[in-house]
């Protein structure tokens, strides 16, 4: 199945130590990612999310989709860590509260 959001790099303009330079990837959700993700919803919603929320969302099912910014740190093995997300879950209107209408 082919995407309309292709995986995007954004580099990081460099600085004067070779060993800051990072770069940010825009990506579907995978598996791996499950971990870093439910940490960063449980610190920035007052809502607790289940674990089948997260495996939905990396699966596309229930119409739950997650995209995640990865930052990627070039050297001394520093790896890759979570910058930012974006998870939505679509729904026609009649689905959704009333509270969600004002929205």
Same mark, same amino acid.
């Given at each position: +199945? ?23 990837? $825009?990506? +579907? ?14 610190? $920035? ?6 674990? !089948? ?9 229930? +119409? ?6 990865? +930052? ?9 860590? $979570? ?6 879950? $679509?729904?026609?209107? !009649?689905?959704?509260? !009333?509270? !969600?209408?004002?929205?």
């Amino acid at each position: +199945r082919m995407s309309i959001f292709p995986q995007q790099t954004v580099m990081e303009p460099s600085t004067q130590d070779s060993r800051a330079a990072r770069s940010f990837n $825009l990506r +579907r959700m995978r598996p791996s990612d499950i971990i870093q993700l439910k940490a960063a919803h449980e610190a $920035l919603f007052p809502i607790q999310y289940e674990h !089948d929320f997260f495996h939905k969302a990396v699966h596309g099912q229930d +119409r739950i989709f997650s995209w995640i910014a990865v +930052r990627s740190d070039v050297g001394e093995e520093m790896g890759t860590s $979570l910058a930012g997300f974006v998870t939505v879950k $679509l729904q026609d209107a !009649d689905e959704c509260e !009333d509270t !969600d209408g004002a929205v």
